[in-house]
């Protein structure tokens, strides 16, 4: 079993950074990639980026997002800059273990205008 919780998420302003971590706790070491996920209002669930043995971005996010991840502290997190109102959305960590997704309850980003 793998938790994941998040934090870092807010209102922001267009054109803002923000900056999400979520950290793990339980079967760390079975872990393998890490992700971030988000889910606008209305519209299903979306790959945002992903660290693993790379990383690996959404278009819509490539050049703004970026994900690191500390493997000492169990913590993967997103850098989000230029932030945009199509960025609003709740943003979910997931990590896979031995072929298992879990995933985190999720933060709220809401961008304004």
């Known amino acids: 079993q793998v938790q994941l919780v998040e934090s870092g998420g807010g209102l922001v302003q267009a054109g803002g950074s923000l900056r999400l971590s979520c950290v ?6 079975s872990i393998g990639t890490m992700y971030w996920y988000r889910q606008a209002p209305g519209k ?15 278009g819509s996010v490539k050049g703004r997002f970026f994900i690191s991840r500390d ?4 913590t993967v997190d997103l850098q989000m800059n230029s932030l945009k109102p199509e960025d609003t959305a709740v943003y979910y960590c997931a990590a ?4 298992i997704l879990y995933w985190g309850k999720g933060t709220l980003v809401t961008v304004s205008s």
């Open 71 to 74: 493997n000492a502290k169990n």
């Open 96 to 99: 896979s273990s031995r072929g």
């Open 44 to 58: 299903q669930r979306e790959f945002v980026a992903a660290s693993g043995g790379s990383t690996n971005y959404a």
């Open 24 to 29: 793990a706790s339980g079967s760390i070491f």
